[in-house]
């Protein structure tokens, strides 16, 4: 596995209650008091409809990857839908925000990353 | 496809030459701009991150940040890209969204927004191929053309726009249970792994087909001749409707395609008989090919 830190990915499923609110909000509330960069899209499923180039992106390089959305099965054939398929030697890891807690989600998210504390100051 | 709006990007700049912002602003500003439908990349300098500055060909990207020199320069390589910077040192979070609203307006940039009139619900079969074995049934089931296949004469969903939204019907045709639709309440059609049980479970047994008097496909299938003179000949606009007529109040009894659903399936959004007659002929012709 790559040293490089993860590139992150959150799915706001912002046209449907797939995902519970509290626990979008949740993740969302804890990836933005850490310091670190993450990208987040309004719907994982939209971007998979209009094969939005932007997946490929997110997918290039050699960075390990965390998408937190919904069902790992379900993201990977949106993905595959989109044209852009999922590497399948392990560098992403779906985390499923249907059925899991926000703070094990989150956890998972910013495992590993140096920036947890609030970047209310200044990043170094 | 009924539309090509792709997200338009924001960039929340927190890198060199500018400030952080609050937490509260960060999070309400990231939250309210998902909620209206744009990406969102949240910039940093620290480690943990693996985004950068970029862009994508053809979108259109609006950058903030509380800049403190000279404004980040956001490479336009194709020369192609709409993009706009502002300095949000001074504003509070609502005048944030107000200030990317008129940015994205002034770029000229639609978005499909949830919630509003008119905004697609990205809504559409999805399938597993790890379980999917090609077996064309929900092809032959769709009325829409959402279904089609690739130069392989692999399945493919081919017009995911003309999915009618929150009808999961296809997937109950599956024999595989490899079609999903994400944004279902309930597996396995919203992507949780299949059970034994879910296999075991009786498959939707309404053929569409039916709209046209029942067995075109089978007739078709059997390369009967026949049985293909005598369809053509007993055909007549009259029956065709009342097969069509019986075949929506099977699908009503069902309970499996949802009310609303059936409520804007009328006999008029319904494929022409010829239509489906040519899609059944598309269909035999696949799977002789694939004997
Ligand atoms: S990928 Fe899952 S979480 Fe994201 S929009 Fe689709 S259904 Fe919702
Ligand atoms: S009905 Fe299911 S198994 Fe058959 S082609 Fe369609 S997705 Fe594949």
Same mark, same amino acid.
């Given at each position: ?6 590139k992150i990915?959150y ?31 309004a ?19 050699d960075?390990p ?14 993905? /595959? /839908? ?19 807690s ?13 920036? /947890? ?8 | ?6 997200p ?14 609050e937490? $509260?602003?960060? @999070? ?5 701009? !998902? $909620?209206?439908?744009?990406?969102? @990349? ?5 480690a ?12 259109p ?6 800049f403190t ?21 001074s ?6 969204l107000s200030?990317?609203?008129?940015v994205?307006?002034? !770029? ?22 790890? #379980? ?5 049934? *929900?092809?032959?089931? *769709? ?22 939204t ?6 109950r045709?599956c024999?595989?249970?490899?079609i ?20 075991? #479970?009786?498959s939707?047994? &309404?053929? &569409?087909?039916? @709209? ?6 089978s ?12 369809? +053509?000949?007993e055909? +007549?606009? $009259? ?14 009894? +069902? ?11 009328? @006999? +008029? ?19 002789e090919?694939?004997?």
């Amino acid at each position: 596995m790559s040293d490089l830190p993860a590139k992150i990915l959150y799915c706001r499923c912002a046209f449907a209650r797939a995902v519970p609110e509290a626990t979008k909000n949740a993740v969302l509330g804890r990836l933005c008091e850490s310091g670190i960069s993450f990208e987040s899209v309004a719907d994982l499923c939209e971007m998979s409809a209009r094969k939005d180039p932007r997946l490929a992106e997110v997918l290039a390089g050699d960075e390990p990857i965390r998408i937190a959305a919904c069902f790992p099965r379900a993201v990977k054939w949106l993905f /595959h /839908h989109a044209g852009t398929p999922l590497p399948d030697d392990g560098r992403v890891e779906v985390l499923n925000m249907r059925d899991t807690s926000a703070d094990a989600i989150a956890d998972a998210l910013l495992a590993g990353t140096t920036s /947890h504390s609030p970047s209310n100051s200044p990043t170094p | 496809m009924k539309n090509e709006i792709h997200p338009v990007q924001v960039i929340l700049y927190e890198g060199g030459g500018s400030t952080p912002w609050e937490v $509260d602003c960060r @999070l309400s500003v990231t939250a309210s701009l !998902l $909620d209206q439908g744009y990406s969102v @990349l949240r910039v940093t300098e620290a480690a943990g991150n693996g985004a950068a500055m970029r862009t994508t060909r053809g979108i259109p990207v609006i950058v903030l940040g509380r800049f403190t020199g000279p404004m980040p320069e956001v490479v336009d390589g194709a020369g192609e890209l709409r993009i706009a910077t502002r300095d949000t040192a001074s504003l509070g979070a609502e005048e944030i969204l107000s200030l990317v609203t008129t940015v994205r307006e002034d !770029l000229g940039a639609d978005l499909n927004r949830p919630g509003q009139t008119g905004a697609w619900k990205p809504w559409f079969p999805v399938i597993d191929y790890d #379980r999917c074995t090609n077996c064309m049934q *929900c092809l032959s089931f *769709c009325l829409f053309d959402v279904y089609g296949v690739d130069e392989d004469k692999r399945i493919q969903v081919q017009n995911n726009d003309n999915c009618k939204t929150n009808c999961p019907a296809c997937s109950r045709v599956c024999p595989e249970v490899a079609i999903m639709f994400p944004k279902y309440a309930s597996g396995p059609i919203n992507g949780e792994l299949v059970k034994q049980e879910d296999l075991a #479970r009786e498959s939707m047994k &309404i053929d &569409i087909s039916s @709209l046209l008097g029942g067995d075109i496909y089978s007739s078709l299938k059997n390369r009967s001749e026949k049985a293909k003179s005598r369809f +053509s000949k007993e055909r +007549s606009p $009259d029956k065709a409707l009342d097969e069509r007529k019986r075949c929506l109040t099977q699908l009503q009894q +069902s309970g499996m395609i949802p009310a609303e659903v059936l409520a804007e399936l009328d @006999l +008029s959004s319904l494929p022409s008989p010829e239509a489906i007659q040519r899609k059944a002929k598309e269909l035999a012709a696949l799977r002789e090919a694939q004997v």
